[in-house]
């Protein structure tokens, strides 16, 4: 007997129990050899037990969880892709015309998300009445592995192209690092056609013409925003499953919510999470039941057999809750679809499993030549400035202060609303040391000033590290 393979299963809340009951039978009646860890996670709390199972099966299968409100919960997904490496999400977003309605009859796209930075490491602060901030971290190493993740990809499993989404025009330093090191790593593979488009007239060329595009690579936020438009568009988002895989371990799961609203009605679709489900499958090489899933799976859709979410007169041909199209699947199992493509995995054992993908060490030369200092003040720009004169150091003196952005000094902007947050730009005539930073701030601090951030800014190479 075909040892089983160990895998950890969160319930989820909401939908999330009846449809991966469902999916679990499925999983079984169609021979997969899994070895199922059940897990709960309540009230927003990942428990140890649960912790644990992860790390010993290095394979989740999740259906949705709902993360509490308020602000003392992080989100559970983010919390487990962060918190296991797992580096990159693969949705692959597909139209089955004609028997689910969409506009786009050829589509058929792979999203290749980053999943761990980007303003999705939930860094954010509140250090003033009027301004909460987060940061957008966008790294050489993560934005290096993947990008090569995705044209490893797109090679495994013979696509042509990579397309990659920035908003570089704005973003000059943060995207435009994830652009840069897209424009390097794309001339290491002449045999995938490459290109780069702003992410909004991206995301609306991908809205008009699907099809034109193949396998997308972009940083978290523009891929989360992404992925849920191309599932929608292709039909619905109910049927997208997702993998988030890493070196160490990857998580499995429908892209949807845990929809509260028809929770215990028997009406959820569990199409998102089976076809995640088959990702897990091939990732853990049970090709084969993978390959009897999907085109059960298929059959079931070119038959009509639908549930509420994508019934649609005159194309389906029954309505269906979840147990039915659950057994309506099932009895397919071996059966082919006759107009939409028949699928076989047998030869992706290793599609979406990443190899050992590195990262390229620069070195160049750091010099810090001054800093922003933010303050929290309510007083006039004259008041400001008259402060930060005082806080001059020999070697450190006052150039810009800025507003949300804008400078509102030495320039004159009258017809700027200000926020009671002010980034106040001292500039060496030299490379600055660091404890002519520390003299700076005890001035600031001695003068009664309210002092919420410090960023220092560097010269790499002799090119600015900082806007502005």
């Given at each position: 007997?075909?040892?089983?393979?160990?895998?950890?299963?969160?319930?989820?809340?909401?939908?999330?129990?009846?449809?991966?009951?469902?999916?679990?039978?499925?999983?079984?009646?169609a021979?997969?050899s899994l070895?199922?860890?059940?897990?709960?996670i309540?009230?927003?709390?990942?428990?140890?037990?649960?912790?644990d199972?992860?790390?010993?099966?290095?394979?989740?299968?999740?259906?949705?969880?709902?993360t509490?409100?308020?602000?003392?919960?992080?989100?559970l997904?983010?919390?487990?892709?962060?918190?296991?490496?797992?580096?990159?999400?693969?949705?692959?977003?597909?139209s089955?015309?004609?028997?689910?309605?969409t506009?786009?009859?050829?589509?058929?796209?792979?999203?290749?998300?980053?999943?761990?930075?980007?303003?999705?490491?939930?860094i954010?602060?509140?250090?003033?009445?009027?301004?909460?901030?987060?940061?957008?971290?966008?790294s050489?190493?993560?934005?290096?592995?993947?990008?090569?993740?995705a044209?490893e990809?797109?090679?495994?499993?013979?696509?042509?192209?990579?397309?990659?989404?920035?908003?570089?025009?704005?973003?000059?330093?943060?995207?435009?690092?994830?652009?840069?090191?897209?424009?390097?790593?794309?001339?290491?593979?002449?045999?995938?056609?490459?290109?780069?488009?702003?992410?909004?007239?991206?995301?609306?060329?991908?809205?008009?013409?699907?099809?034109?595009?193949?396998?997308i690579?972009?940083?978290?936020?523009?891929?989360?925003?992404?992925?849920?438009i191309?599932?929608?568009?292709?039909?619905?988002?109910?049927?997208?499953?997702?993998?988030?895989?890493?070196?160490?371990?990857?998580?499995?799961e429908?892209?949807?919510?845990?929809?509260?609203?028809?929770?215990?009605?028997?009406?959820?679709?569990?199409?998102g999470?089976?076809?995640?489900?088959?990702?897990?499958?091939?990732?853990?090489?049970?090709?084969?039941?993978?390959?009897r899933?999907h085109?059960?799976?298929?059959?079931?859709?070119?038959?009509?057999?639908?549930?509420?979410?994508i019934?649609c007169?005159?194309?389906?041909?029954?309505?269906?809750?979840?147990?039915?199209?659950?057994?309506?699947?099932?009895?397919?199992?071996?059966?082919?679809?006759?107009?939409?493509?028949?699928?076989?995995?047998?030869?992706?054992?290793?599609?979406?499993?990443p190899?050992?993908?590195?990262?390229?060490?620069?070195?160049?030369?750091?010099?810090?030549?001054?800093?922003d200092?933010?303050?929290?003040?309510?007083?006039?720009?004259?008041?400001?400035?008259?402060?930060?004169?005082?806080?001059e150091?020999?070697?450190?003196?006052?150039?810009?202060?800025?507003?949300r952005?804008?400078?509102?000094?030495?320039?004159?902007a009258?017809?700027?609303?200000?926020?009671d947050?002010?980034?106040?730009?001292?500039?060496?005539?030299?490379?600055?040391?660091?404890?002519?930073?520390?003299?700076?701030?005890?001035?600031f601090?001695?003068?009664?000033?309210?002092?919420?951030?410090?960023?220092?800014?560097?010269?790499?190479?002799?090119?600015?590290?900082?806007?502005?």
């Amino acid at each position: 007997m075909k040892k089983k393979h160990p895998i950890t299963v969160l319930q989820g809340d909401g939908i999330g129990p009846e449809i991966m009951d469902a999916v679990l039978h499925l999983l079984q009646t169609a021979g997969a050899s899994l070895e199922i860890e059940k897990n709960f996670i309540e009230k927003g709390e990942i428990k140890k037990a649960t912790w644990d199972s992860i790390r010993r099966t290095k394979v989740i299968l999740k259906s949705p969880i709902t993360t509490p409100q308020g602000g003392g919960f992080k989100s559970l997904n983010v919390t487990l892709r962060t918190t296991l490496g797992l580096f990159a999400n693969i949705r692959p977003c597909v139209s089955y015309h004609p028997f689910i309605k969409t506009k786009h009859p050829n589509m058929d796209v792979v999203i290749v998300r980053e999943n761990e930075e980007d303003l999705y490491a939930g860094i954010e602060y509140r250090q003033s009445g009027d301004v909460c901030t987060a940061l957008k971290l966008i790294s050489r190493p993560a934005s290096e592995r993947i990008i090569r993740y995705a044209f490893e990809y797109a090679r495994r499993v013979e696509r042509k192209k990579v397309t990659c989404f920035t908003k570089d025009n704005i973003l000059k330093l943060s995207d435009g690092l994830f652009h840069k090191v897209f424009s390097e790593i794309a001339k290491e593979y002449p045999d995938i056609e490459s290109e780069h488009w702003i992410v909004d007239i991206g995301m609306a060329k991908l809205a008009a013409t699907p099809e034109v595009f193949d396998v997308i690579v972009l940083p978290n936020l523009y891929g989360d925003i992404l992925s849920d438009i191309a599932g929608q568009i292709a039909g619905s988002i109910g049927l997208v499953g997702t993998a988030n895989v890493g070196l160490k371990g990857a998580l499995f799961e429908a892209i949807h919510g845990s929809a509260p609203d028809i929770a215990g009605k028997g009406l959820a679709n569990p199409s998102g999470l089976l076809l995640a489900s088959v990702l897990m499958l091939v990732h853990i090489h049970q090709t084969e039941a993978a390959t009897r899933i999907h085109n059960a799976w298929l059959k079931t859709i070119e038959d009509g057999i639908h549930t509420k979410d994508i019934y649609c007169e005159g194309m389906s041909q029954k309505k269906v809750g979840t147990q039915d199209f659950t057994d309506a699947v099932a009895s397919r199992l071996g059966k082919h679809p006759v107009q939409l493509k028949t699928v076989d995995y047998a030869g992706h054992q290793n599609a979406i499993i990443p190899s050992h993908i590195g990262s390229t060490l620069i070195s160049s030369k750091k010099e810090l030549v001054g800093v922003d200092i933010t303050l929290q003040s309510y007083d006039p720009i004259e008041k400001i400035v008259l402060h930060c004169k005082a806080a001059e150091t020999p070697s450190l003196k006052l150039e810009k202060i800025f507003n949300r952005g804008t400078v509102v000094w030495p320039e004159e902007a009258s017809e700027i609303q200000c926020v009671d947050q002010y980034r106040c730009r001292f500039f060496g005539n030299k490379v600055v040391k660091g404890e002519t930073i520390a003299s700076l701030m005890h001035r600031f601090a001695t003068g009664g000033c309210d002092v919420v951030k410090l960023d220092n800014l560097y010269t790499f190479d002799g090119n600015r590290g900082f806007s502005h």
